[in-house]
DNA sequence: CGTGCGGCCTGAATGC
DNA sequence: TGCATTCAGGCCGCAC
């Protein structure tokens, strides 16, 4: 569920251990490491000269042309010096030479971590397809992209297209801009859609500033959950009130996710 | 080529 | 109470 200001919200929260040195990585379990196991055996101590985000992924960036990257999908979850025992699910254990302790766990197994060198990541097919961040985006960029008849979700969803817009921060724009998830992507008319692109960044700011989303069962790298969740609009509140209008808020199935809209709020353009 | 859908995986919630 | 089913959704791979 992290997606793009939950994943800045842990990069920010794991900032200070830029400078830091990985001493040592224990494997609990291997099925998440890419490109092999091997790689994460073979490690040798390497300092971590930044760390960075690029959609939903969080780049430590190491010396030495390496780059250790983390994908958290659904449950995927970084705890900063954890208590011991460490949760069910850790996977891998990162020890600082300055002592702190970093660990990777993940109930569902969906996320995985990789150690690639800058050669291998320009043609990691993830990376290199990767759309803008919609935080970057310029408004003449942002409008070229909706030219084709896809739903106008399922194009907020394509991480080739945007980078970092999960199903939270779709269903809270498109309801922001009065858009139903359905409507085609190059029939919504331009106001519209510069309302879509407004609110996007809007959305995504707020969430930002409150710490990201604990709706399920986020929480950042210190154990800390988000507060956006408490400024819901439609997520999750089908059944419930529209709280501009009133309307009973409904669920749908677009791109086969749930989508909670406002029928009366949101225009679908055909 | 673009779009839609099943599969991956676990645990919480729901149904009978 | 207890067992079975459904659901959560990011991304890949396959079918159309």
Redesign the pocket.
């Known amino acids: 569920?992290?997606?793009l200001p939950e994943v800045e919200t842990i990069k920010n929260g794991l900032l200070y251990l830029k400078g830091q040195t990985i001493s040592q990585i224990t494997i609990k379990s291997s099925?998440c490491l890419r490109p092999h196991p091997d790689r994460f055996i073979q490690f040798r101590p390497r300092q971590v000269k930044n760390i960075t985000r690029r959609?939903?992924?969080l780049i430590f960036v190491l010396e030495r042309n390496l780059f250790l990257i983390f994908?958290l999908?659904?449950?995927g979850k970084l705890f900063l010096n954890p208590p011991s025992p460490y949760p069910?699910?850790t996977h891998l254990i990162f020890k600082f030479a300055q002592g702190q302790t970093l660990i990777f766990q993940d109930?569902?197994?969906?996320g995985f971590v990789c150690l690639f060198t800058s050669q291998e990541l320009k043609t990691w097919?993830?990376w290199k397809?990767l759309g803008k961040d919609p935080l970057r985006i310029a408004w003449e960029d942002f409008k070229k992209l909706f030219t084709?008849?896809?739903?106008v979700k399922?194009?907020l969803?394509?991480?080739?297209i945007l980078?970092g817009?999960?199903?939270?921060y779709?269903d809270e724009s498109l309801f922001l801009a009065g858009i139903h998830p359905q409507t085609k992507?190059n029939q919504i008319p331009a106001a519209k859609l510069k309302k879509l692109y407004t609110a996007l960044q809007k959305v995504l700011q707020k969430a930002i500033q409150l710490g990201g989303s604990s709706?399920?069962?986020y929480v950042d790298s210190l154990g800390q959950k988000g507060k956006f969740q408490e400024q819901f609009w439609v997520?999750?509140r089908y059944g419930k009130p529209c709280l501009q209008c009133q309307t009973t808020l409904e669920?749908i199935?677009v791109?086969?996710?749930?989508s909670t809209i406002c029928p009366q709020c949101q225009r679908l353009y055909l």
Request: charged residues 25%; aromatic residues 8%.
């Open positions: 569920m992290p997606e099925h959609g939903k992924l994908h999908k659904m449950t069910k699910h109930t569902r197994k969906f097919p993830f397809d084709s008849q896809a739903q399922s194009l969803l394509n991480q080739k980078a817009i999960g199903n939270i779709a992507a709706f399920r069962d997520y999750g669920k199935k791109c086969g996710r749930t």
